[in-house]
């Protein structure tokens, strides 16, 4: 079924004052388009949601084992995280397990995602290192591959480097589209970005939650992410942030994550699907509404007490003196 | 002449990554709508962008004179400020003018806008206050009217307090709107806000730039009040903020001031014109780019060099290594 674009509309007192369109798809592991709404086609750069499958080359040939990265550390590989401490130390944990440094990041560095973390840091009169940037985990697992493949880490991050042609070969198996054609540009942390259309990006998701058709390798490595980020959510992003908050909520019947720019995928195994969507503007407050509302209309919500659920169906909206000024919401 | 909504563009590498739709509308001074793109008679929340308004009454009443207030106290009046050193101490002045204190605001206080400065803040282990505030010093100019009028301020934020009602008439006599069946809701300092139609906001700020059709009174609080924003657009905004930075390259040709989620407004004399312009999705970033096309569109800007104009008109987004990745623009 094909709809038009998904509205969320933001409300304050009486007046909608401000609305978004999102166009979102639901694909299952076989690849047959459930449901789908607005232009899922077109090309979308799916940046940091697809953490997960940029991970999966190096689970899938052991790394995790090799250096004996702990479920909190593979979870980190596909998180965008809000530099805490504890999604601090994790990283460095990991560069020490690998026999690297900060150094060898090439990501950047950035205020901590979360504000009060960065109010803290600034306290102790610190500044933030790339271990804060919210892809460092993401890096450590690129570097990790470096090693894997066993070549040298240094411009790791360049599209021509062995370590990004293996992910972006490993995306265009579990996307099925030509990577070849795709056009790509450098991500937020300098790792490149292809853009795809919809469609593909939720069919990899789809195959993530049920990797039974893959290599007996992959569907390993599969299950290995999927049970490492739905255990550990608070790695996937952190305090009061909606992947974690929902994937706690849900147990671990789904992985969400989002990317820049109002992009989020779902992936419910229970279902064997895929959801990914995209706000057209760009708005990560529309983007979580509406994945809120696709994660009922699909049912997996279904026994979660609403009192838990009802926060995110419709976000209630407060000024400075915590007036309640209106709400986000999206009906399908 | 009437136009469909205008587009921002939002890239990254070859691809079109994120898009606005944009309803503006330019009116002349004497009541003509010149030009208008998309729905402009749907009803619109101003909020910030109508603070020069919310001051008008304590200015027309003689309260800068009675008070002692400088030029750059009357511009903070109209401001969503960076809360910096500078915007902190200009608003602590104003309240010892006024012989009240912080506690007499009722805006709540918030960390500052300007993420350095907030991190400055928390460096010397210090916390906002009410006077890092975006709207401290519309706040000021409201407790200053409070003693114009001879009532208690407290309450000063209440729609049915006499300060409210002061504004909120001469914003009725400015916008040429009834303001009663207009409907409200607390803004984000808690002061009300009410929704009017896009194009009767841009008709107030016409007659702000020409208000030779007003009051003699009223006239040369415009003038006041003009005057005082484009000699300090600092006052107004503050570092790397687009209200400063424009005003500073327009000379005083123009006032610009932005409002949440998406609203802008231009004040233009030499023209007799008002713009008035929202961003549906409430997006900062494509009111921006849509002000800058809007202000050339109107020829405003023909003389001033275009490197001045070049980063504005379009806007190049880096990414944490400082590399190109993008840009935001708009073509009308």
Redesign the interface.
Known sequence: MQHPALKVN?S????I?????IKAVIVSSDGQLIESWGNVDS???PRSAIKAMQALAFIEMGGAEKFGFSAEEIAICCASHNGEIEHVKTVQSMLNKLALSTTDF??????PMR?QT???L??L?EKPTSLH?NCSGKHAGMLGLAKMLDVSPQGYIGVDHAVQKCIASTMEEMCEYDYGSA????????AP?W?IPLTNLALAFAKFADPSGLSPAREKACHSLYDSVVSHPFMVAGTERYCTDMMRILGKKVFLKLGA??VYIASIPELKLGIALK?????IR?AESVMTALLDHVGITQGIPSEHLAPFRSVTLK?????I??EISCCI
């Open positions: 933001v304050r007192g009486s007046v004052e401000s609305e978004h369109q090309l979308v750069y090439e990501c950047g560095g950035h205020w504000e960065s109010y803290d600034a306290e009169g940037n056009p790509w540009s450098p991500d937020g942390c300098s970005t853009a720019e109002g706000c057209e503007d760009g708005a529309a000024n400075w003196n915590g007036l000024s209106g």
